[in-house]
């Protein structure tokens, strides 16, 4: 355990502290921001009775990094370092800040600085494994990464770390690689722990999804549906599997209760029955709001994410241009795509306009070349340590 403070301080504002704490913990483990607010309250009141107190200045900025204000959460910790060069937690939140705005190489050296300080401090294995997991794609660092957090933290009901969560990642990191069934079994402590059946078929629905198993993660889907009408299919899923039927089915249900997803697949769906113009206005502004973020830099935008919304988009528009600097750009950015990104490529409708030009044939090949070859690296790997 290491969020709790290890530097000296006066006894009251480490009982502030810990009260802080306590109320972080809530709300790892509950997403209440309530809790979140309340522990900022108590951080803030350890400083009253010691301004110098790195770990609660620290305490604040967590607390930044969990409500979008990255910037004030890395003054923060600079500030804490200029009161204890020592502080692993500073490290780690300048490491989440990096993490956050897309630097790879920024992050990975701040959480190495938190681990050379304290090389039992699980969170900074997370952010680690999490930034090898979502910029780098390197899935045997972002798998040893998590694990080492897990072996160091298996507290449940006192962790730094929300370890359903850190379960989910690795499984995660595992499918992303291509191994469905060795993350499935990650899955279970949150099963275990909530109960909530129709969750762990979902997610058991989205490993079938990346993978390409389409026909599978609809008996998934349907699964979880049936046990609790919140969980809606995803709607690429029938997209990819060209399930046009049921994906005018589920389109009716999402656009009911959820308008504001699944925009660009309800688009393409419009634009199939030929309703062009409806397709237009429900894109414009999703467009428009991405392509905005392609001029920030963010973990959206570093990681892909952003390249991969507008590449289909502008490709439907029949943006051919576009749609193809768009996949170089991503292509130039990353070394590795996880495989889900990579049957989007070679599965989404809203490609077909270009599926049999050589120029688009030459991309999937590519994706499919750089996937397998990060395949065989892990399974190499899975092989060696067993």
């Known amino acids: 355990m290491r969020w709790l403070p290890l530097k000296k301080t006066n006894g009251r504002a480490f009982e502030l502290y810990q009260r802080g704490f306590d109320e972080f913990i809530h709300f790892l483990y509950n997403d209440d921001r309530e809790h979140l607010a309340k522990a900022e309250v108590l951080y803030r009141r350890a400083l009253e009775y010691d301004s110098t107190y790195a770990d609660a200045m620290c305490g604040i900025a967590v607390v930044y990094n969990n409500t979008g204000r990255f910037d004030s959460s890395l003054i923060l910790a600079n ?34 600085k938190s681990l050379d300080i304290n090389p039992n401090f699980t969170p900074a294995f997370v952010f680690k494994a999490n930034t090898y997991n979502w910029l780098v794609y390197d899935y045997v ?40 069934e060795q993350a499935k079994p990650y899955f279970i402590p949150r099963l275990v722990f ?71 697949e309800r688009a393409y769906l419009y634009w199939n029955a030929g309703k062009q113009k409806q397709a237009r206005d429900l894109l414009t502004q999703f467009i428009k709001r991405r392509e ?28 051919k241009e576009k749609a193809y600097r768009t996949l170089d750009e991503l292509l130039q950015m990353q070394d590795n795509l996880p495989v889900e990104w990579v049957n989007i ?15 688009f044939q030459k991309i999937v090949e590519h994706v499919e070349a750089r996937y397998q070859a990060e395949h065989e690296r892990v399974r190499k790997w899975l092989e060696k340590t067993g």
């Not at 200029?82 to 990975?108: C, P, V, W």
């Not at 089915?249 to 699944?262: D, F, M, T, V």
């Open 194 to 264: 909530d109960g909530d059946s129709a969750g762990y078929y979902h997610k058991l629905a989205l490993i079938e999804r990346c993978l390409g198993n389409y026909q599978r993660a609809d008996l998934l889907y349907l699964r979880a549906y049936e046990l609790d009408t919140t969980y809606l299919p995803d709607l690429g899923n029938y997209l990819y599997a060209g399930q046009l039927d049921a994906a005018y089915r589920w389109a009716g249900i999402w656009e009911k209760y959820s308008p504001g997803w699944h925009i660009p």
């Open 345 to 359: 490529i070679k599965h989404n409708p809203m490609y077909d306009g270009l599926r049999d030009e050589e120029r």
């Open 141 to 180: 660092q972002a798998i040893e990464n998590y694990e080492e957090a897990i072996l160091r933290d298996r507290d449940m009901a006192r962790s730094e770390i929300n370890l359903y969560s850190v379960y989910e990642y690795l499984a995660f990191s595992y499918v992303s690689a291509g191994f469905g």
């Open 79 to 112: 500030k804490a370092l200029s009161y204890d060069d020592q502080s692993d937690l500073a490290y780690l939140t300048r490491g989440i800040y990096y993490f956050q705005k897309g630097d790879h190489e920024a992050a990975l050296e701040n959480l190495n």
């Open 292 to 319: 905005q973020s392609l001029q920030e830099s963010w973990l959206g935008v570093r990681n892909g994410n952003m390249h991969m919304d507008l590449a289909p988009l502008y490709a439907l528009l029949g943006n």
